[in-house]
């Protein structure tokens, strides 16, 4: 027998041009393309700066196509930003049919402190499959830097493989340095003694957000409150365990008191988890090691009083520690100036449970 094949499967990036430049940015290397892959290279001056690229993409085979994944790695300074628009999964891409989006790349202007490092370089990969009639759920683009983690709204992230006795380093765009209060760095991890141990950030008040955390706990009781991170103060958020059980908490600003968001998790002794906690107004995602659930949170987020900083290990009360002290070892923290969605969220637990052995 005979089978012939006249179909074919073509689409591609075919043009890369710089539509908008603001300041001093310097191409490192002019864009490069293979089918749906492309990199690009940067260096800034000044926050605030950025270049935007338009990408234009073709199907010139006769196989009508759709997107399946939108992917892309950062290497270089956290403080460079990418951000995708004008695509998304799901989108179509018919026969003979072509479609547009922008690449921006930018100097973060949340940036408070000249990093080592000005460059940035991103590689982006759109992957198509043939169109079949499926679905897929629009996400946004995962992007991942240098660590493995999503980068877009990571402020600050704190790894005890990169601190000192008295400094927590801070790897993210705000160079938010931690100042270490009693808490002693053992190999990988911050050890809190339940007592009088906290590390103290600066504020940290944003309407949408993500909290993130690697830790074990050592001990705590049936009537104790201890906070893994926050800023609680006649306002603020934060998570903490109570009664065994991890608890998202913020203040609802209308009726002047704090809400408790219970998670179904029960929390055991000397066990490592990566806990992800995302709020963006309406609900709060909450995930550990990898298993999540989504609650509706009502009223007005309210921030805290007397300038508090945000404390891993504590309540602080302005730039004080104060009480509720945790008892255990932090390996890990991160908070982001929006909130991560549940896929963004698995990518990063993912990645923790790889880089700490999580069971």
Known sequence: GTANIASTWNILFTKIEEVERKGNVTELSTPTVNGTNATFSVDFKVPGDYIIYRITVENKGTINGIIKEIKGSEQGSEAIKFDIEGIKEGDKLPSKGSTIFDVTISYNSYTTSQPRDTKGTLTLDVTYVQ??????????????????????????????????QNTWEDLGVLGMNGNVDGATLENNYYSFDGVDDCILLDEVNYPNFTLELVVSINKMTPSGEYVFIGNFESGGYGIIIRRYRLEFVLYDKEIRQNNYINSNFNILLNTMYTISFSYNGNNVIMCINGICQTQEVMG??????????????????????????FDGKIYSARIYNRSLTKEEILVNQERDIKEFNIN
């Open 131 to 164: 169109d079949l009639g499926q679905e897929f759920a629009p996400q946004p683009a995962i992007i991942t830097n240098k660590y493995g983690l999503i980068s877009n709204g990571l402020m600050s992230y704190y790894d005890a493989k990169n601190a000192t």
């Open 300 to 325: 007005k987020l309210g921030y805290p009083q007397g300038s508090t900083v945000m404390a891993i290990g504590c309540n602080p009360l302005g730039n004080k520690k104060n009480r509720d002290f």
